[in-house]
């Protein structure tokens, strides 16, 4: 499975922006896509997920009720809209799927087995 994350840009505080994540490959075998993020000096970290099948999400507590993530299977895309955007939500967003991933573990970067390349968020205050 190949993933390409876009829509990464510059927006000022308050904005917001929506990323996309298209599968290509065995997409249909995908159990969960998912964001992480990464910003300069810190590790990277859960941001949301989405089960392919059914579309039970989970988002990290730092995203809760700004961030929606969703999906179309037809597109087997994935996105990311986020609002209420904050400096501190600077980073590389970076999606990623795995098709055998243990739900409990859907926050863990090292149990998904694909990724995206990244895209750049920066958010000005």
């Known amino acids: 499975v190949q993933l390409q994350a876009f829509g990464g840009g510059l927006v000022q505080a308050g904005g917001s922006l929506r990323l996309s994540c298209a599968a290509s490959?065995?997409?249909?075998?995908?159990?969960?896509m998912g964001w992480f993020r990464q910003a300069p000096g810190k590790e990277r970290e859960f941001v949301a997920v989405?089960?392919?099948?059914?579309?039970?999400?989970d988002y990290s507590d730092s995203v809760k009720g700004r961030f929606t993530v969703s999906k179309d299977n037809a597109k087997n895309t994935a996105y990311l809209q986020m609002n209420s955007l904050k400096p501190e939500d600077t980073a590389i967003y970076y999606c990623?799927?795995?098709?055998?991933?243990?739900?409990?573990?859907?926050?863990?970067?090292?149990?998904?087995?694909?990724w995206g390349q990244g895209t750049q968020v920066t958010v000005s205050s």
């Open positions: 990623a799927a795995d098709a055998g991933i243990i739900w409990g573990n859907r926050a863990q970067a090292g149990r998904y087995a694909n």
């Open positions: 989405i089960q392919r099948r059914g579309g039970t999400a």
């Open positions: 490959g065995r997409a249909s075998s995908l159990y969960v």
